[in-house]
């Protein structure tokens, strides 16, 4: 599977943004789908992520209330809408998939074996 992250940008905090992810190849291998951020001096952490076929989703603390995972089965594309950004929330933000993923252990990328490029978002005051 090979995913492509996109939609980053520089926006005031109090704005919105849509990142996409495109994913291609074995598609139906995915299972999930998740969306980590990872800002500079910082680990890699966990924002969202959504099942495949089911459409459940899971939300990081931080991210509930203000961002929105979905997918669009037929484009084979899962969005994270951003709304009310703040400047912490400046970060790269990646996509990731697995075929094996359980629903358990979503929170950790050492679980996910494929990564887009990411995209970065920045947030000013």
């Known amino acids: 599977v090979q995913l492509q992250a996109y939609g980053g940008g520089l926006v005031q905090a109090g704005d919105s943004l849509r990142l996409s992810c495109a994913a291609s190849g074995r598609t139906f291998d995915m299972r999930t789908v998740g969306w980590f951020r990872q800002a500079p001096g910082h680990e890699r952490e966990f924002v969202t992520a959504i099942r495949w076929r089911g459409g459940q989703t899971v939300y990081a603390d931080s991210a509930k209330d203000r961002f929105t995972i979905s997918r669009d089965v037929a484009k084979n594309t899962v969005y994270l809408q951003l709304n009310s950004l703040k400047p912490e929330d400046t970060a790269v933000y990646y996509c990731?998939?697995?075929?094996?993923?359980?629903?358990?252990?979503?929170?950790?990328?050492?679980?996910?074996?494929?990564w887009g490029q990411g995209t970065q978002v920045t947030v000013s005051s």
């Open positions: 990731a998939t697995d075929a094996h993923i359980i629903w358990g252990r979503i929170r950790f990328p050492s679980d996910y074996d494929y």
